[in-house]
């Protein structure tokens, strides 16, 4: 199946440790996007990358760190520097070459990241 | 920047009722346009898109939406809501050249039996 895929579902940290939460997608897509939700905030930006060794900062990048190695990865590192890291994390994908309805993302079934 | 507002943070409807999500954003430019919509326990999935052409677009389950450039609007509308409907809607906007999105904070609508 076609698809992105996020692990783990549930993720429980303490105070002050870093985590990394992974996202694969086998839909060749070229761009990839990591989202913070949180209620009544809506989706808020952190990291996205449109070709891989390459990635840029969101709305939200304060205390978080990713990597782009392979088309297919796009792990996003929460570090003890994010005041505020429980949340629950969504990853997306898309394209980024042809004409512009192509712009539509595909997003993971998320993991949701508590820290005690 | 960009950004996108959801004036209805929380919708409840009976069964059978209309539903108009207001959605609105800043931007003066050309933007994509989308409605995403996350079912209790499932992945965000797209219900419409806009990009060019005629300005009411149909999506997924019975929903269109209008998209009104004088008005800087987006909104979602469904002639007859059912329970399954129950969910949180998200606008979204696409400006400019770049791929990312930025999202609304959200309706969250309950249908009522």
């Known amino acids: 199946d076609g698809g992105i895929t996020q692990s783990p579902k549930y993720l429980f940290r303490k105070e002050g440790q870093n985590v990394t939460l992974s996202c694969e997608q086998n839909l060749n897509h070229d761009a990839m996007y990591w989202y913070r939700q949180d209620p009544g905030q809506g989706l808020r930006l952190i990291y996205y990358s449109q070709i891989v060794n390459d990635f840029q900062k969101g709305d939200i990048a304060e205390g978080y760190s990713v990597s782009r190695e392979k088309k297919e990865s796009f792990p996003l590192t929460v570090t003890s520097a994010q005041k505020n890291p429980t949340a629950f994390y969504l990853c997306?994908?898309?394209?980024?070459?042809?004409?512009?309805?192509?712009?539509?993302?595909?997003f993971g079934p998320g993991t949701r990241l508590t820290v005690l | 920047a960009q950004s996108v507002s959801q004036h209805n943070h929380h919708v409840i409807l009976s069964e059978a009722a209309s539903l108009e999500l207001g959605c609105n954003y800043s931007?003066?430019?050309?933007?994509?346009l989308f409605w995403y919509v996350q079912y209790p326990g499932q992945h965000l999935q797209l219900l419409l898109k806009?990009?060019?052409?005629?300005?009411l677009v149909k999506g997924i389950k019975g929903f269109e939406a209008e998209f009104i450039k004088s008005k800087f609007s987006f909104n979602l509308r469904k002639p007859s809501v059912q329970w399954s409907d129950t969910a949180e809607y998200f606008c979204a906007v696409n400006a400019g050249t770049a791929s990312k999105l930025t999202f609304g904070t959200g309706t969250r609508l309950q249908v009522t039996l």
């Open positions: 997306a994908s898309g394209r980024t070459r042809g004409p512009s309805s192509y712009n539509e993302q595909f």
């Open positions: 931007y003066g430019g050309t933007v994509n």
């Open positions: 806009y990009f060019s052409g005629d300005p």
